[in-house]
């Protein structure tokens, strides 16, 4: 698919065809949730209706069913991530329930008292929170990476708090609140200089560039569905065999279990040892349908649209007198946040609804990085390759109204 038709990509989306108080929708809100296009709503419809059953555990031939649709989206990511083993490829919840799997069981075989966790400034909430949480259980410590006033972290403290107690790194490929593209593969190769494995928040990558673990030398990779077409309720985290072999379970249930009994319970091997009980099937299905709607598409040409788009749009909206974008480096993914000195982002955004367009406002989950700036909020556009100009300026007219009403 070299010259993809974006705008006929767009029929795929029925959302997309709404009025939105008497206006056309615009759906700039893709950071947050992705919207869903008809064949993975489909496909999860007629898994409901003709294939449904529980996983892993049936002999009757229904379970077989579910199993294998349920199954093969595990071999549908390996490929699309480029993973070595698909037995690398751990089921989750999303991207929050991948970090917090790491914190845990990584945390209970690998971090002790006086570990340092390297974190960055610009990190969501689910980056920080579950490393606080496991610091404080095994008297380990949060350290951050700091960055610079466009957004991007400073190289020479990144080095510089790499050390012989650092367990592990977690950086978010992507910064959901300001869009800064994190140089990943340089900061995992820093890290491994000195063996320190390194976890990346692919969240908000995913969905914008074609990702390769292996070419990234990853040691664990998280990201949710629902931020890629898929539906909500599903997630992954990729990690390397050698650390997941190692790793202890962190839950425990049905079939993350070898045999049970009162005297001594063994574990089922990676990836089943990290999936208890019965998995968000139906949307491990969908999510398998929104792989193949991606790859069709393809995901260089997907980067390369929302690269023109996000282009467009920043300029644009710099062309508004007053509006300052919180998050200037060069490098950046699909988010466009912004701020104005004198009308609060919660307002932008209830006029913009006013008006029919959807975007986001406020601390973005990620509190610390509103901090660094010197900002309570911002009002963020999200964009996605089913986004087009006409939404840009629809945006840009909306936040001109949004200022002349409080100007
Ligand atoms: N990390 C980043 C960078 C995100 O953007 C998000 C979603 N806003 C998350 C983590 C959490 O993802 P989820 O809510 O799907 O678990």
């Known amino acids: 698919a070299e010259n993809v038709d974006f705008e006929s990509v767009r029929d795929d989306f029925p959302v997309l065809d709404q009025q939105v108080k008497d206006n056309p929708l615009v759906y700039l809100d893709n950071a947050a949730s992705s919207q869903m296009p008809s064949c993975v709503a489909d496909r999860i419809d007629a898994y409901h209706r003709n294939e449904h059953a529980n996983v892993h555990r049936g002999i009757h031939t229904l379970s077989q069913k579910a199993t294998d649709a349920y199954e093969l989206a595990r071999k549908k990511i390996r490929h699309f991530i480029n993973a070595e083993h698909e037995d690398e490829i751990i089921y989750t919840t999303g991207t929050t329930?991948?970090?917090?799997l790491v914190a845990n069981s990584f945390g209970e075989r690998f971090i002790e008292q006086g570990a340092e966790i390297l974190v960055t400034e610009i990190e969501h909430h689910a980056n920080i929170v579950p490393w606080q949480m496991i610091a404080e259980r095994y008297g380990a410590k949060v350290q951050v990476v700091p960055v610079n006033d466009d957004g991007e972290i400073i190289w020479d403290e990144y080095v510089a708090l790499l050390n012989e107690n650092t367990a592990i790194v977690a950086v978010g490929h992507v910064s959901n609140a300001l869009g800064t593209i994190h140089p990943v593969k340089k900061m995992i190769e820093a890290a491994h200089t000195q063996d320190i494995p390194v976890l990346v928040d692919g969240?908000?990558?995913?969905?914008?560039s074609p990702v390769d673990v292996q070419g990234l030398d990853a040691d664990f990779y998280a990201f949710s569905s629902h931020k890629m077409c898929g539906p909500t309720g599903f997630g992954i985290l990729y990690g390397k065999k050698k650390y997941l072999e190692e790793m202890p379970p962190y839950r425990g249930g049905g079939d993350m279990i070898d045999k049970v009994s009162f005297e001594e319970t063994t574990y089922n091997i990676s990836p089943h040892k990290f999936e208890a009980?019965?998995?968000?099937?139906?949307?491990?299905?969908?999510?398998?349908?929104?792989i193949d709607y991606l790859s069709n598409i393809g995901m260089q040409n997907i980067a390369h649209h929302e690269q023109e788009l996000l282009e467009y749009g920043?300029?644009?909206?710099l062309s508004i007198d007053g509006l300052r974008v919180i998050g200037t480096s060069k490098k950046k993914a699909s988010v466009i946040s912004f701020v104005f000195d004198d009308i609060?982002?919660?307002?932008?955004g209830t006029i913009l609804d006013e008006q029919g367009i959807a975007i986001r406002t406020g601390h973005h989950c990620a509190q610390p990085t509103m901090r660094r700036f010197n900002v309570p909020a911002t009002a963020r556009a999200s964009i996605s390759f089913y986004n087009n100009r006409e939404d840009i300026d629809r945006l840009v007219a909306g936040i001109k109204k949004a200022k002349?009403?409080?100007?």
């Open 97 to 100: 329930d991948s970090i917090n």
């Open 203 to 208: 969240a908000q990558a995913v969905p914008h």
């Open 277 to 290: 009980g019965t998995p968000p099937i139906a949307a491990g299905v969908g999510f398998a349908e929104a």
């Open 314 to 317: 920043t300029e644009q909206l």
């Open 344 to 348: 609060h982002a919660t307002d932008v």
């Open 404 to 407: 002349s009403i409080f100007e």
